[in-house]
């Protein structure tokens, strides 16, 4: 949530271990009543599309003609907590995907390539985070970071080399499989889609969503947003103020 929401919230003791020991922190169930407030009381609302690289200060200063107001912003959309929720700008979003699927990943063929199921239908991982794994017809390497049998891969990070498709082994477990096919981590499959554009991990006749795509429709999705029409914004604080005083 914006600095400038909290700054209105009081502060109260909580027990958080119900030992007797009590913490100074901002009264959450306040916040609740606000939010219940906000959901029944206030009709002044419109919907704004932000524009790339937009900051939510520059945004109240042109509603408001007060940047300092930007937390209005997160007052009255859920799904804003915090800076991190505001949509980033283009490029911003480019460096965050690139970041955040830096790695290379190994599709196998099937999941049990991955990992094993016993008896019990417990399933352990033949591979093991910051493993080493080597190709030796290519000679590269790599480092596993992540492990998913639910889509029959593993992601390497710090990789030197260009794997293939041909047979790779872990060095710490031994395990090893033939790689069905390389790609870069952003270009894989993040989830499917059915004909009702509902989530899926099903991929037969469903249609499948990057990781690179699926972020950038999550920072689509955020442009969109609700405000306090200007005539009713001095209102609103009032009452808001109030409220959280109570």
């Known amino acids: 949530m914006a600095e400038g929401f909290f700054k209105n919230i009081p502060n109260i003791n909580y027990d958080f271990k119900s030992d ?10 306040r916040k609740v009543s606000v939010w219940s407030y906000l959901q029944e009381g206030i009709s002044g609302y419109n919907y704004y599309r932000i524009t790339d690289g937009e900051r939510p ?4 200063s042109r509603l408001y ?8 912003f997160f007052l009255v959309n859920e799904n804003l907590q915090d800076f991190s929720d505001w949509p980033m700008s283009q490029v911003l979003l480019h460096k965050f995907i690139t970041r955040k699927y830096s790695g290379t990943v190994l599709q196998a063929s099937s999941s049990t390539d ?24 290519t000679g590269a390497y790599g480092f596993v970071t992540k492990i998913d049998p639910t889509h ?6 710090s990789v030197l080399g260009t794997f293939d498709t041909s047979t790779v082994v872990g060095s710490e477990s031994s395990k090893s499989f033939t790689v069905a096919s390389v790609a ?6 993040h989830h499917y889609t059915d004909s009702n554009d509902l989530l899926t991990t ?12 699926y972020e950038r429709d999550l920072n689509e999705e955020r442009h969109l947003i609700r405000y306090i029409e200007p005539r009713y914004i001095d209102t609103v604080i009032r009452e808001f103020k109030e409220i959280v005083r109570e």
């Open 65 to 72: 003609g007060d940047g300092t107001l930007y937390w209005t």
């Open 152 to 157: 029959n891969r593993i992601v390497l990070n």
């Open 57 to 60: 200060d520059v945004l109240a």
């Open 184 to 189: 870069d981590e952003k270009d894989v499959v």
């Open 114 to 137: 991955i990992v094993s199921f016993n008896h019990d239908t417990n399933v352990s991982s033949k591979f093991t985070l910051g493993e080493k794994v080597t190709q030796a017809t």
């Open 202 to 213: 099903v991929s037969t006749d469903n249609t499948p969503v990057s990781n690179e795509k």
């Open 20 to 29: 007797g020991k009590f913490f100074e922190a901002k009264d959450l169930f």
